[in-house]
């Protein structure tokens, strides 16, 4: 038995982002109860192992079981949806990439970004037939909105409509202030919006809660709290050893996004960059209070800033807010983005600036140097598999890609979307050395940072 590469992977933040023996305190967490998983326990074996219990590991594992009859196992760090599966917004939007459509239009050709934004869509569609097949009703609102912030804003955003128009199928709509504030709030930074109608908001461990329940249902196996320590090569598959445990298969997905896995294959080593996301959630707000914003609508909206402001009405009346930032993941820095969401906060809807806080909470999302998504195996014929980089757009994109992964296993013919070059290859290697790698991060956000700045 040959060892491959063990421990390789550093935390990149604090370890206060990595306490996987601690349960998430979240909003999500505080209003769904979830089942309770054992923990990998002696000798195991299976078709697929899977690590990282969260939409992309669990969505592969529901489809490799209920569609193509391979047995699955998963095992996870945490808890079930511990990371950024149970962390996140809950925003079912698109498109999970940095750059613009003119940018993906420009670098992709025709039709292998149109593919990209249609398997973006599917990506949307599959939440909801899941939701429906399931009778899981945590889907609110309808599409999602992007909030022009200032006056040059709506400039830009006037000419993002146009794009969206010229390449996309997805039906959009561009509002003027007043007519935005009709249907969907006012505030001091709202100078009209694009509509995106498509997807929505949803609760997302619930959605990871309904996924594991029915991948279980279907014969997968999902064990938590069970972190693969070390990953050997046999003659017949891949050995996974975990403190309690092993676990055999012919295939391994490494499903585990912005949280990699303590031993992973070393072509994975440097190929997404983990970025901190903070979110806080009020308590319930009056209903003149929300007249007082005209904030009307449940669909997610994010503004056009470039450090962006993401928000959504919650359906008991929340309002709930996050933001990206902090480059430490400490209990400090924590602090501080904590107070810095809430001066946005006043700054964006003044009649909410003393909103009680009741909770906050932080994870991490991953990008990558190619600025999009990556799914794939990591050598033909290795048996290893890979998919992450989701730019925060994980609830349409993750649940894809895993399904995606499982018919790729399970040898089917892909579609032109599962085909689709964008998503094909491990994206090019990031600087070695964390400390490059933060400053690279640092100079971006400071460069943002201005640029939002220089808005009017």
């Not at 590469?5 to 550093?10: D, L, N």
């Not at 820095?333 to 946005?344: I, K, P, T």
């Not at 932080?362 to 290795?382: H, I, K, N, Y």
């Not at 050395?433 to 700045?453: C, E, F, P, T, V």
Request: charged fraction near 20%.
């Amino acid at each position: 038995m040959t060892p491959s590469k063990e421990s390789a992977v550093r935390h990149f933040y604090h370890q206060n982002m990595y306490r996987f023996d601690t349960a998430a305190q979240t909003y999500w967490h505080h209003i769904t109860p979830g089942p309770d998983l054992p923990s990998l326990v002696g000798e195991h074996a299976a078709d697929v192992a899977i690590v990282g219990a969260g939409f992309t590991g669990l969505s592969a594992a529901l489809h490799l079981a209920r569609d193509h009859g391979i047995q699955a196992c998963v095992v996870d760090a945490g808890d079930l949806a511990w990371g950024a599966s149970g962390r996140n917004a809950g925003f079912n939007t698109l498109p999970a990439t940095k750059l613009g459509l003119d940018q993906l239009f420009d670098r992709w050709g025709t039709q292998a970004a149109s593919d990209f934004l249609a398997a973006q869509h599917e990506g949307q569609l599959l939440v909801d037939e899941f939701c429906d097949s399931e009778g899981l009703q945590i889907r609110h609102g309808r599409g999602s909105y992007m909030v022009a912030h200032a006056p040059s804003a709506w400039r830009d955003l006037q000419e993002e409509f146009a794009v969206w128009r010229r390449y996309s199928r997805l039906p959009c709509r561009l509002l003027t202030a007043d007519a935005f504030a009709d249907e969907g709030h006012g505030g001091s930074e709202q100078f009209g919006a694009l509509h995106i109608e498509s997807g929505g908001g949803i609760n997302p461990l619930a959605f990871a809660y309904g996924l594991a329940r029915a991948a279980l249902r279907h014969g997968a196996e999902i064990y938590t709290h069970s972190a693969v320590t070390a990953l050997h090569k046999e003659r017949s598959g891949h050995v996974l050893q975990t403190a309690q445990g092993r676990l055999r298969a012919r295939h391994v997905v490494f499903a585990t996004n912005a949280y990699p896995a303590q031993a992973q294959p070393a072509a994975l080593d440097r190929r997404l960059l983990p970025a901190i996301s903070n979110i806080l959630v009020t308590a319930p707000l009056s209903d003149e209070c929300w007249a007082s914003e005209a904030y009307q609508t449940l669909s997610p909206a994010f503004d056009t800033r470039h450090l962006l402001n993401y928000y959504r009405r919650l359906p008991d009346n929340r309002l709930l807010f996050g933001a990206r930032g902090d480059l430490t993941g400490s209990e400090q820095d924590g602090e501080r983005m904590r107070q810095a969401l809430r001066r946005a906060l006043a700054r964006k809807f003044p009649a909410f600036s003393d909103a009680p806080v009741e909770h906050y909470w932080r994870g991490l999302v991953s990008v990558t140097r190619s600025m999009v998504p990556a799914m794939g195996e990591t050598e033909q014929g290795s048996g290893l598999w890979y998919a992450f980089g989701c730019f925060g757009n994980g609830v349409n994109t993750m649940p894809w890609m895993g399904r995606t992964l499982a018919r790729q296993i399970a040898g089917s013919l892909p579609t032109p979307t599962e085909a689709c070059p964008v998503f094909q290859g491990l994206p090019p290697k990031l600087p070695s050395g964390n400390w490059l790698q933060k400053l690279g991060l640092r100079l971006a956000y400071s460069r943002y940072a201005l640029l939002d700045q220089c808005a009017r």
